[in-house]
């Protein structure tokens, strides 16, 4: 249930309320507002009436939440989450994108990319430094030293840094480098890595497992805002059915469904859920028309040089012209790039 405090009490009341609701067993988690504060108190108390919280000075009203995720539910909180990335936000009217190569290779070659992608419009730099790989035979990123190259290529450029963090006892290390955590499609059912990265503030990218309901997403997103990060941004990546033209398929009706359900923000990722270097612009614009916040997508000088996952991935000048073609279909949708 969520515990709705009155426009303008004090922060005492606040602290008072949290701790009454503790003392009966429930854990809490304090949601601050522009207009209102809200405690949602979690836990299984349904014993305990409505009418007794609400008889507590400070609190306008207490009302229970009927969706399995509680605080990534829209009856939680009905306006949108702007997460930011140093700085730049995802989740409000502009439409963010985050862009890079699949893997940073060298030093030279992800400040080179993060150059190009910032003067294209980028919001933040991608790059894989821990790749989780389907062979144990394949490159599995340059590890810390991936992570030293995109710090640089940060301080290069000013754009956040945007990596893939593969295991719990990595939070700590990947998070020294980067300014938002991504959690692949493989690891979306790592409770513990999304509780580890749960107890930190930055933003976590989280990917929607290629087998998982839309359900399953949204509570895999509240085991992160469960311990206390409200930074968690969605991202669609496509998932597996019987279609083989493509590399996944793009789920893209996910999109305005999750918005109606959840006030974090939902990007796409076109680049892993088609597989395919021709279809990344026109499911790009499909993703933005259809209400994403947000795109990530893979960006190298010479895709077909790429370590990996170079079939998907746009050069520098048809990312450029990507991000020049995204303009009027955002305007088209009330939004901007
Ligand atoms: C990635 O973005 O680098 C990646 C491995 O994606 P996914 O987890 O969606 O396959
Ligand atoms: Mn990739």
Redesign the pocket.
């Known amino acids: 249930m969520i515990i709705v405090m009155r426009p303008g009490v004090s922060e005492k009341e606040i602290q008072e309320m949290v701790k009454r609701v503790e003392e009966k067993g429930l854990k809490t988690v304090l949601l601050r507002g522009t207009n209102r504060n809200v405690i949602a108190a979690i836990g299984d108390k349904r014993e305990i009436p409505h009418e007794y919280w609400e008889a507590f000075p400070g609190v306008e009203r207490c009302v229970p939440i009927l969706a399995p995720y509680k605080l990534a539910s829209r009856e939680v909180k009905p306006e949108p989450s702007v997460i930011k990335i140093c700085g730049a936000g995802l989740g409000g009217r502009k439409i963010g994108v985050i862009a890079g190569p699949?893997?940073v290779e060298s030093r030279q070659q992800i400040i080179e990319i993060a150059q190009a992608v910032k003067q294209a419009g980028a919001m933040a730099l991608?790059g894989?430094a821990f790749?989780?790989r389907t062979s144990p035979y394949s490159f599995q990123g340059l590890l810390e030293e991936g992570l030293e190259f995109l710090a640089e290529a940060r301080e290069a450029t000013g754009l956040g840094v945007v990596s893939?963090v593969v295991s719990a006892e990595h939070v700590g290390l990947v998070g020294k480098y980067v300014d938002c955590f991504?959690i692949?499609?493989?690891?979306m059912t790592n409770f513990l890595l999304l509780t580890a990265v749960g107890q930190t503030r930055k933003p976590v990218l989280l990917?929607r497992g290629?087998s998982a309901t839309m359900e399953e997403f949204l509570l895999a997103g509240e085991y992160i805002l469960s311990q206390g990060n409200p930074n968690v941004i969605l991202?669609e990546?496509?998932i597996r059915t019987f279609e083989e033209h493509t590399r996944f398929t793009l789920s893209l009706s996910v999109v305005p469904a999750l918005k109606e359900l959840t006030h974090l923000p939902v990007i796409v990722?076109p680049?892993?859920a088609t597989g395919r270097r021709s279809l990344i612009a026109p499911m790009s614009k499909a993703a933005v028309a259809c209400g994403a916040d947000g795109l990530?997508i893979?960006v190298h000088p010479e895709p077909d040089r790429a370590m990996v996952?170079g079939q998907q991935t746009l050069d520098l000048n048809a990312f450029a012209q990507l991000m020049k073609d995204l303009g009027p279909v955002a305007q088209a949708v009330g939004r901007e790039l």
């Open positions: 699949c893997t991608r894989g790749k989780p893939e991504q692949g499609t493989r690891n990917k290629m991202c990546r496509g990722d680049s892993h990530i893979e996952d």
